[in-house]
């Protein structure tokens, strides 16, 4: 079965209210949604998550990839010969990690649609039918920040991530609120969104080790990798690595520079689902942990992470997709929403979607 047409859209969606990061202030949630279809006109769907104040890229910079150069490229190949279509579009763009993961994950849909099976059985099978789901705390006042993890606990989240990197002595007062607020037995992991240079970086992570967090993400710049190691070596709390890792050969680079005790997959930003299960690969051969980090993804992107992790054995069991329930709107009809803290993995041919093209139109920018 060969794939027919690659069509690409660029959509911005908003927020119920502003998400504020290191990097900047969220509003909106920007994705290129891939929609691939076969010659017997299956259709499958992609999506590629991203945010320019974080990847340097938008959803409009995506779409002009997949449509100038991986959908030509792709059209005309044999579905059922996914790895060499994937071969197909690193040679033709090198780099680029997201706008293949779009495409890669409509590719995914559509192999398993045809074999009229849910993708986990495809990949790996399912190790679990339900995921246990962090919530998310951004940069807000630290009495405001422990108000809404005891939300996030009371609705049944067993594990929340703050979000710091803009104030060393309020972060640690924000972090100390959570905890306080939440006691000792609700995990707590942080984030600093790369926003510390290494002074800071120290005086925070020595600070927040009575905290007893469950790690310490992406505390200094993607690229100092040297100063990361530095940092790794004498921390106790585990220094957890996102921007830092986007490809097979970056998780091997960390990892060999012991600059990272645990490594963030996120299926846009790492090139799509099999390339994330090389990743994940890579870490346990060196001991070293994974999680399933989150882009705020659509529905599309959720149900595509929830299928990886069901599928992945070298994962934490506390997955970051919540993506669907800080939108004022989705564009598949029922979109995923975690009900006591906790996703179901989906159960119909493909990833679990049906995408709502009126809603798709609504917000598509282009």
């Not at 259709?43 to 945010?51: I, K, L, N, P």
């Not at 060196?286 to 992790?309: K, M, R, W």
């Not at 929403?337 to 493909?350: D, E, F, M, V």
Request: hydrophobic share 40%; charged share 25%; net charge negative.
């Amino acid at each position: 079965m060969k794939v027919k047409s690659v069509e690409a859209f660029p959509v911005s969606i908003p927020l119920k209210n502003p998400f504020k990061i290191a990097l900047g202030t969220m509003t909106h949630s920007p994705h290129a949604i891939v929609k691939l279809t076969l010659e017997n006109d299956m259709v499958g769907w992609g999506e590629a998550s991203t945010w320019h104040a974080v990847y340097g890229c938008d959803q409009h910079m995506l779409v002009w990839v997949i449509k100038n150069y991986l959908g030509s490229a792709i059209v005309g190949k044999e579905i059922f010969q996914i790895e060499h279509v994937i071969e197909k579009m690193d040679r033709v763009i090198p780099e680029n990690s997201m706008a293949k993961a779009g495409v890669e994950i409509a590719l995914c849909d559509a192999w398993a649609k045809c074999l009229k099976t849910p993708l986990h059985r495809l990949i790996g099978g399912a190790l679990r039918d339900t995921l246990p789901v962090i919530e998310g705390v951004d940069i807000i006042d630290p009495k405001e920040a422990s108000a809404k993890a005891v939300k996030y606990v009371e609705q049944g989240f067993q594990c929340i991530k703050v979000k710091i990197g803009l104030d060393p002595n309020e972060d640690i007062e924000r972090v100390a609120e959570v905890r306080r607020a939440v006691g000792e037995k609700v995990l707590i992991r942080v984030d600093a969104n790369q926003g510390y240079d290494r002074s800071s970086a120290l005086k925070v992570c020595r600070a927040m080790e009575r905290f007893s967090l469950q790690w310490i993400e992406q505390p200094l710049a993607h690229w100092d990798i040297e100063g990361l190691a530095k940092l790794a070596k004498v921390i106790e709390t585990p220094i957890a690595l996102d921007e830092s890792v986007c490809t097979v050969q970056d998780a091997y680079q960390v990892i060999k520079a012991g600059a990272a005790d645990v490594i963030n997959i996120k299926i846009s930003k790492c090139g799509g689902i099999l390339k994330s299960k090389k990743i994940a690969a890579i870490a346990e051969s060196a001991g070293i942990p994974c999680f399933l980090g989150s882009c705020l993804e659509t529905g599309i992107g959720t149900t595509a992470g929830l299928q990886f992790a069901a599928s992945c054995s070298n994962l934490d069991p506390h997955i970051e997709l919540v993506g669907s329930g800080y939108y004022i709107d989705d564009i598949i009809f029922n979109p995923p929403i975690p009900k006591a803290g906790h996703h179901s993995l989906p159960t119909i041919n493909g990833i679990g979607v049906e995408v709502d093209e009126e809603k798709l139109k609504k917000y598509s920018q282009g």
